[in-house]
């Protein structure tokens, strides 16, 4: 930043622009140059970098809770062994105290998103310009684009919430049937014993209960999204500060220290809330009420 001439506006859209490939109308299946660029590839532009980091994550975060797996013993554990039985026994209290049913998919589940969710917030540490740079100067200069928290992409979030929703979907009509589904959206919660009164209180309970099954998958999402974004940004404001002389990069780098070390807080509750509504939205579909 300090040796370029690019405004700071340039600065903080050029760091919130994703890798970007698509069909462009001039250019044609390309990767975008810049911000305006990627907006004109519309709706099946893959955003390279976020798919890179969250599969990537992903595939680390299996590797490693395979190779502690397989170097699990019934004597003395080791580092690695106590560190994922920690998280193991974290998780799996979680699901003792919020899911009532019976279901084995449950705790792999929530294990499986804390642990995502956490390393995706977690890149969020990583310096705004560092991986840009360090890709730069191994010759992969397209990489100048390079967001590296998967979680401030609404793409990553509302995917997660979309599976997590088709899951409180499928547990729902399995558990309840089709009709127990259909009468718990329409049955509450105005009940009334007049049969005139009857379409119009399946109607409004309809639109109430609606409304609440489809404020599921948005709250997870825009939760995750937001708070990761709005850190992502006061990062990116925190790095424009080294451009602005010694003194004020010295006071940028205290205040880049401190927000880290208060993301972290951030990050981990992050991962927590999505693990936690997840149990509990799966703990209500399979909920059968009378």
Not at 176 to 205: A, H, S
Request: aromatic share 14%; net charge negative; with cysteine.
């Amino acid at each position: 930043m300090a040796g370029s001439e690019i405004t700071s506006t340039e600065y903080i859209k050029h760091h919130l622009t994703n890798l970007t490939f698509g069909n462009h109308p001039v250019h044609g299946w390309s990767f975008a140059h810049n911000a305006e660029e990627a907006r004109e590839m519309g709706f099946w532009a893959i955003h390279v970098d976020t798919m890179f980091w969250s599969l990537g994550l992903a595939v680390f975060f299996s590797y490693f809770f395979y190779k502690a797996a397989q170097k699990a013993s019934s004597g003395v554990p080791g580092r690695l062994q106590n560190f994922v039985e920690m998280i193991v026994d974290f998780v799996e209290n979680s699901v003792r105290g919020s899911f009532s049913g019976k279901n084995a998919l449950v705790a792999p589940l929530a294990l499986t998103i804390f642990c995502w969710v956490f390393l995706m917030n977690l890149m969020d540490l990583i310096p705004v310009d560092l991986l840009p740079y360090l890709l730069g100067e191994h010759g992969l200069h397209i990489a100048h684009f390079m967001r590296v928290v998967p979680s401030t992409d609404p793409n990553v979030t509302f995917a997660m919430a979309f599976g997590v929703f088709l899951l409180i979907l499928y547990y729902s009509i399995k558990v309840k049937g089709v009709g127990g589904f259909v009468g718990e959206l329409t049955g509450m919660p105005f009940q009334t014993d007049k049969l005139w009164l009857k379409p119009f209180t399946t109607v409004i309970n309809l639109i109430l209960e609606g409304v609440n099954l489809l404020a599921k998958p948005i709250s997870l999402s825009l939760r995750l999204f937001g708070n990761m974004y709005a850190g992502e940004m006061i990062f990116i404001l925190i790095s424009l500060m080294y451009s602005a002389g010694w003194v004020m990069g010295i006071f940028g780098g205290t205040l880049q220290l401190v927000w880290a070390i208060f993301h972290i807080l951030v990050i981990t509750l992050q991962a927590f809330i999505f693990m936690t509504l997840t149990i509990v939205y799966l703990d209500m579909a399979h909920a059968e009420h009378h």
